[in-house]
């Protein structure tokens, strides 16, 4: 909780450092970028893993953003690629 400093989740499921994060516009989703090569998608509201969103990255994941409309998200990784998912399929 931003105004109490409050923990309310953990998203567990990356095996290695985690680099990156963001939530999308509307506040339900959130997308973790990692040192395993992936890049993971939750639900914000209670921490279930939706996506993992891997296979187009041969190294590091850097980073990740929503787009403003949320119906994608970008990541970018050590590999030198930029790769864009759709947040309704994970593909």
Known sequence: DAVTGTL???????MDSVTA????????RAVTASEDDSARMWDAE?????????????????GCVF???????VTVGNDNKVHVW??????
């Open 8 to 14: 309310l989740l953990t998203f567990i499921g990356h």
């Open 46 to 62: 209670n921490g279930t893993l939706l996506w993992v969103l891997e296979g187009r990255h041969a190294l590091a994941v850097l």
């Open 21 to 28: 994060c963001d939530f999308s516009p509307d506040g339900t």
């Open 67 to 73: 787009s403003p409309n949320g119906k994608r998200v």
């Open 86 to 91: 759709c947040t309704e399929t994970g593909e």
